[in-house]
């Protein structure tokens, strides 16, 4: 659905996007990460015909989005960032606008309109001026016109970005529902909605990939993936710690804290592997007066700053993707 080639984009000496290839394939929902200034928007632009590539291609759907750009917006929803719209419009015209824009006209037009306000819970504001709305209620607005005319591709620019908590819920709930029949790419600078809505990430910085594999592999390269936390009284502690040492795939034993005749100990594995099979067969055979166990499966955030900050120290030009944004 979603095809690029060695994409690239210079602004003068800056290249906000450097050889970039990637396929987004119908069902996949793609996390889109990166620092400020890697280059995440000016691709999202180059893949939604915004902005011209330098060098390489890009496809959506098959279609050149240089060559045949009007088949590529036909097929594509955009949401870019801070989703521009016209201030003194009430969302309802507005949608109306873009449905016409679209090609919709008489019932069909009214039926896209109703269906996607009711998606994104609209209602409420419909004849309001936009500007006059939240900064979460503008997001929804550019979410609605982006899906209004139910397109193959969605790319969405931090689509949570000014939600409460509980719109940020549902907007999550509604990627999961499109998810299926659409490549959906989301750049976003909350880790956790990787977590939550994402079948596929990729990481970038400087306008390079540096990484690219489900949450679940990306998590797996975090420092602490799959530690044991073991919570038991502090003289039991103080005795297993030699033997936890030597449970086959340990690296490491460390002391995390102590309080009130109990100490929480931490057992590190090699390389991530699963040692917690091993860890509890020896509180058994031990008979240890177990309080609490668990099992660290990591943080993004880890692994996002263990590619990330590598990269940004190794060059110290100022590649801006504020730069980008504003070419």
């Given at each position: 659905?979603?095809?690029?080639?060695?994409?690239?984009?210079?602004?003068?000496?800056?290249?906000a996007?450097?050889?970039?290839?990637?396929?987004?394939?119908?069902?996949?929902?793609?996390?889109f990460?990166?620092?400020?200034?890697?280059?995440?928007?000016?691709t999202?632009?180059?893949?939604?015909?915004?902005?011209?590539?330098?060098?390489?291609t890009?496809?959506?759907?098959?279609?050149?989005?240089?060559?045949?750009?009007?088949?590529?917006?036909?097929?594509?929803?955009?949401?870019?960032?801070g989703?521009?719209?016209?201030?003194?419009?009430?969302p309802?015209?507005?949608?109306?606008?873009?449905?016409?824009?679209?090609?919709?006209?008489?019932?069909?037009?009214?039926?896209?309109?109703?269906?996607?306000?009711?998606?994104?819970?609209?209602?409420?504001v419909?004849?309001?001026?936009?500007?006059?709305?939240?900064?979460?209620?503008?997001?929804?607005?550019?979410?609605?016109?982006?899906?209004?005319?139910d397109p193959?591709?969605?790319?969405?620019?931090?689509?949570?970005?000014?939600?409460?908590?509980?719109?940020?819920?549902?907007?999550?709930?509604?990627?999961?529902?499109?998810?299926?029949?659409?490549?959906?790419?989301?750049?976003?600078?909350?880790?956790?909605?990787?977590?939550?809505?994402?079948s596929?990430?990729?990481i970038?910085?400087?306008?390079?990939?540096l990484?690219?594999?489900?949450?679940?592999?990306?998590l797996?390269?975090?420092?602490?993936?799959?530690?044991?936390?073991?919570?038991l009284?502090?003289?039991?502690?103080?005795a297993?710690?030699?033997d936890?040492?030597?449970?086959p795939?340990?690296?490491?034993?460390?002391?995390?804290a102590?309080?009130?005749?109990?100490?929480?100990?931490?057992?590190?594995?090699?390389?991530?592997?699963?040692?917690?099979?091993?860890?509890?067969?020896?509180?058994?055979?031990?008979?240890?007066?177990?309080?609490?166990?668990?099992?660290?499966?990591?943080?993004?955030?880890?692994?996002?700053?263990e590619?990330?900050?590598?990269?940004?120290?190794?060059?110290?030009?100022?590649?801006?993707e504020?730069?980008?944004?504003?070419?």
């Open positions: 659905m979603i095809e690029l080639e060695d994409l690239r984009k210079h602004f003068g000496a800056i290249a996007v450097d050889g970039i290839t990637l396929a987004v394939g119908r069902g996949e929902v793609l996390g990460l990166g620092p400020n200034g890697a280059g995440k928007s000016t999202m632009k180059m893949v939604a015909g915004f902005v011209e590539p330098t060098g390489g890009a496809r959506v759907c098959g279609f050149d989005v240089t060559e045949q750009p009007i088949e590529v917006k036909k097929r594509i929803g955009y949401l870019p960032e989703a521009p719209t016209y201030g003194d419009m009430t309802l015209a507005f949608l109306d606008f873009v449905a016409a824009v679209r090609g919709f006209d008489g019932a069909e037009r009214g039926r896209r309109i109703d269906e996607v306000v009711d998606k994104v819970r609209l209602a409420d419909i004849r309001q001026p936009i500007d006059t709305l939240s900064k979460g209620y503008k997001r929804r607005v550019g979410l609605a016109q982006a899906m209004l005319h193959d591709v969605l790319i969405l620019d931090e689509p949570t970005d000014g939600l409460d908590p509980n719109q940020k819920h549902h907007v999550r709930g509604l990627i999961r529902e499109m998810a299926a029949e659409k490549a959906i790419v989301v750049s976003t600078h909350i880790l956790e909605e990787v977590e939550a809505v994402c596929r990430a990729v970038i910085a400087h306008g390079k990939l990484a690219d594999g489900t949450p679940e592999a990306l797996a390269r975090a420092a602490g993936h799959n530690a044991v936390t073991l919570t009284p502090q003289g039991q502690a103080q297993i710690q030699a936890l040492a030597s449970v795939g340990a690296q490491a034993v460390d002391d995390i102590a309080a009130d005749g109990l100490t929480t100990i931490r057992v590190v594995p090699k390389e991530g592997r699963p040692i917690i099979d091993a860890v509890s067969a020896l509180m058994v055979e031990r008979k240890v007066e177990l309080r609490q166990l668990h099992v660290e499966k990591g943080a993004l955030d880890d692994v996002f700053r590619i990330t900050v590598p990269a940004a120290e190794a060059d110290a030009t100022p590649a801006g504020e730069a980008d944004v504003h070419a």
